[in-house]
């Protein structure tokens, strides 16, 4: 017995003929999600239910708004600032670079940092949000032995309840950099 199987058993959920259902009714993927729209699962016309939830994320390009600001740096290559799309805002890889020249503050990953998170600041507020909006940072690093001092100044920015957070160093950064953050951030 399939897994599948054992657990339509274990729940009493009737079986569904997936060939059948496909000449019925379309399959949508999304995410977190299968919505299987017109099933009749009960074996009734007249009991009509929803029994899957689905999160719509919707990708029509008509949703998605680029975000700019001249007070970080412009983009680096054929990409957005950020993107503000399903009540979120997306916002590309930060570098340490001063908007007004596009070179790094300093060498030291102490105010690349600081800057960094300056220019994601300045690309939130564009986006009508600010550091407490953001959910989600992802941090990239030239060398994993700076995580305590970008920690330090990180700390700064993200008051409690901190973001959910990732760190990895790379092999590389864009221009030898020695830090990049990306985040996502609630409208």
């Known amino acids: 017995m399939t897994w599948a199987a054992a657990a339509a058993s274990r729940f009493q959920i009737p079986a569904v003929d997936v060939a059948a259902l496909r000449s019925r009714a379309p399959v949508v993927f999304g995410v977190g999600c299968v919505s299987l729209a017109g099933a009749n699962f009960f074996g009734s016309s007249s009991v009509r239910s929803k029994p899957f939830a689905c999160l719509s994320i919707s990708t029509d390009a008509s949703v998605k708004e680029a975000v700019h600001t001249d007070k970080a740096p412009a983009a680096l290559g054929p990409y ?6 399903n009540n979120f805002v997306f916002v590309s890889g930060c570098l340490g670079l001063i908007p007004e020249t596009g070179k790094f503050v300093s060498e030291s990953v102490e105010d690349q940092t600081e800057q960094v998170l300056k220019n994601m600041g300045e690309i939130l507020k564009a ?8 959910v989600k940072t992802t941090i990239l690093l ?3 032995n700076d995580f305590q001092k970008v920690n330090e100044i990180y700390a700064k920015y993200f008051q ?15 221009m030898n950099a020695r830090i990049e953050v990306e985040c996502i951030a609630a409208l």
Do not use: F, M, N
């Open 80 to 85: 957005s600032q950020a993107i503000k799309a």
């Open 142 to 144: 030239a060398d994993l």
């Open 160 to 174: 409690a309840p901190a973001p959910a957070r990732a760190t990895y160093q790379v092999a590389a950064l864009p």
């Open 127 to 134: 986006s009508g949000v600010s550091y407490s909006s953001v």
